[in-house]
């Protein structure tokens, strides 16, 4: 069935009303309620099914700016279920403002299942799995006219903005829970759009970012682009084989970047090849594009990766692709049989296995060395034990996640977070099989009377101390440097390791008094760390590690002003030497960007699915 988009109301103080527009009648179905307020675009109304696509009239005949549209719809349309459709703006052609750094020619503004559109949160996790951009959002919060009239929009560039209620809403309710702001005589063009030439409006960078998610071939060097990577770049792409790149960044001090081989083939093989293998698994959104960019940066330094991405990706991707890129080599070595469905399922915990056994499979394409055959078959028997398993699937733990989430509804998030890394655990070792099992062996923490430990993970400035200090609830902190500083000196190594006995007696006594207890120094190795947690074990503390995830570059420049800078080698050092916890090994993780703003969770039972 196909359905005709309703005609958005002007609000009061909009400018671009005409007398034949629809008016806002009032703002009651606004008033008190949370709004998103989004970009209005200048395209063409275009509503998607699984099984058609039309423009704003469901008789719209062909014309060359729907194409691109319509070939969107061919990768996307099996995806999307019977009932449910997609309404946005077909930005192909250029209407009356020019567009120059487009995310996509389509953008969504609403998702509906029958006369219901769904809220919007909803909304924008749906089109993203599909790979459609919503609109730029401008504002959010509970409806303030005051502060809506207050925006201030450069009316050459944008024509407007539309206000809608974060809530889903019928379709009878439309005229009262969304409203439009348009610009001063918006057409300023003397004929219709579609009586002259097709001009195409011009794709930004990220364009390439949004086609891989949406199921198109990836395109390599757009996407080296997208990432901020650069093939003029020594530690980036071009740079050469893995060994190549790390005996650059040895010489030259500067940690290894993004590890592309000279010869283009060979990565557009493997990225070819693991496109196929994702979509046979299904995979689109952010599942795709990190499998893709995981094979593209194969052999890349985790630690470098996941920073040098945050910028493009955002943080969540970011850390997403790193893993992937660095946990999929691990799959070429032999594991032991029986420790095989344990070591899995912790897994899941950082990757997709789905997506990882691919990204896994991709770099050994066309190649016919012993080495990589003996690879393949590795790869090959863990894809068949994962299979066995039920572990392929994008989120096989989740309903055991959401079981456990219904039961313990409304309890304090550490415990909530304790118990259900106590279930994942359990589960792993084959000693639970469902939610209620998971009840079961977390029942002890349900108290919440158990010790907390941060652990700060990073390299020197990359913010650990200012971010302990801000912490709520933090009652003591434990840092390396202070006990130095003690002795005489915070730059003199020589007597680490008695600081560091020192520091681990702190801590135990600490977390033995109860409360939240932060460990701060730079943490960056599993060795490292595992001295901490074998402590926090002791006590039966819940840990989070707090994992800073700033560029090399910033570092330096913020060493450079640091009232104790650290040596250049010595950062350099660190760099090299920094190995990021993967989610799961410790009950949670929490990853924070340049800002010191915690910016993705790994272990969060109320959070999305790792």
């Not at 509503?47 to 060359?64: E, F, I, K």
């Not at 393949?376 to 894809?383: A, D, L, M, P, T």
């Not at 039966?540 to 330096?556: F, H, R, S």
Request: aromatic fraction near 6%; proline fraction near 7%.
């Amino acid at each position: 069935m196909r359905v005709h988009y309703p005609r958005t109301p002007h609000l009061p103080w909009s400018p671009g009303a005409a007398s034949d527009d629809v008016h806002a009648d009032g703002l009651s179905g606004l008033a008190g309620r949370e709004v998103v307020v989004t970009e209005k675009l200048d395209g063409e109304n275009t509503t998607v099914y699984s099984d058609g696509v039309h423009a704003r009239s469901l008789d719209s005949a062909h014309h060359p700016s729907r194409a691109w549209v319509k070939a969107l719809h061919g990768r996307i349309a099996r995806f999307l279920p019977p009932g449910r459709r997609i309404c946005g703006e077909n930005l192909y052609a250029r209407h009356s403002i020019e567009y120059r750094d487009l995310e996509s020619w389509f953008y969504a503004f609403s998702v509906w299942d029958g006369d219901h559109c769904l809220d919007w949160d909803s909304t924008v996790r749906l089109t993203r799995r599909l790979g459609i951009p919503v609109p730029p959002v401008l504002w959010r919060g509970t409806f303030d006219e005051r502060a809506l009239r207050a925006l201030r929009l450069d009316t050459a560039r944008r024509e407007g903005y539309v206000v809608r209620t974060t809530a889903g809403f019928h379709r009878e309710a439309f005229a009262h829970r969304i409203a439009k702001w348009v610009r001063p005589r918006h057409v300023r063009t003397t004929g219709h759009w579609m009586l002259a030439p097709v001009v195409e409006n011009g794709l930004g960078p990220a364009a390439a970012l949004w086609e891989v998610r949406s199921g198109a071939d990836p395109d390599v060097p757009a996407l080296i682009a997208a990432t901020g990577m650069s093939a003029g770049d020594p530690a980036g792409p071009g740079a050469g084989s893995p060994e190549a790149a790390r005996r650059s960044a040895t010489a030259t001090g500067a940690p290894a970047g993004p590890v592309i081989p000279a010869a283009a083939e060979p990565v557009e093989a493997a990225v070819a090849d693991v496109s196929a293998r994702l979509d046979l698994l299904g995979r689109t959104g952010d599942a795709r594009l990190a499998g893709v960019l995981a094979t593209l940066f194969h052999g890349t330094r985790r630690a470098w990766l996941a920073s040098a991405l945050v910028a493009p990706l955002g943080m969540p991707l970011a850390r997403r692709v790193a893993d992937l890129a660095e946990l999929s080599t691990r799959l070429h070595r032999p594991f032991p049989d029986e420790e095989r469905r344990t070591g899995l399922v912790r897994l899941t915990a950082a990757a997709d296995l789905g997506v990882l056994h691919a990204v896994a499979a991709a770099p050994l394409t066309g190649r016919a060395d012993d080495e990589a055959a003996e690879a393949r078959e590795q790869v090959g028997w863990s894809e068949l034990h994962a299979d066995e398993a039920g572990l392929l699937g994008e989120a096989p733990l989740e309903p055991l996640r959401l079981g456990l989430r219904q039961a313990l509804g409304g309890c304090d998030p550490d415990v909530a977070d304790r118990c259900w890394a106590e279930t994942r655990e359990s589960y792993a070792l084959g000693r639970i099989t469902t939610a209620e099992g998971g009840l079961a062996v977390s029942g002890r923490w349900r108290s919440g009377r158990f010790p907390r430990l941060v652990v700060m993970v990073g390299p020197s400035g990359s913010g650990k101390s200012t971010f302990a200090r801000g912490l709520p609830g933090a009652g003591a902190v434990v840092a390396l440097d202070d006990l130095r500083q003690a002795r005489g000196s915070r730059s003199d190594q020589r007597a680490n390791p008695a600081i560091l006995r020192e520091g681990l007696h702190r801590l135990d006594a600490l977390l033995a008094g109860g409360g939240t207890v932060v460990w701060d120094a730079t943490a960056l190795n599993r060795h490292q760390r595992s001295l901490v947690r074998t402590v926090a074990r002791g006590r039966d503390a819940l840990t989070t590690q707090a994992v800073m995830l700033v560029p090399g570059d910033v570092l330096a420049r913020r060493n450079v002003g640091r009232a104790h800078p650290v040596p250049p080698e010595v950062l350099s050092a660190q760099l090299h030497r920094f190995s990021p916890p993967y989610p799961g090994e410790a009950h949670r993780t929490w990853y924070i960007g340049p800002e010191g703003n915690v910016l993705d969770v790994a272990g969060a039972l109320d959070g999305d699915e790792e």
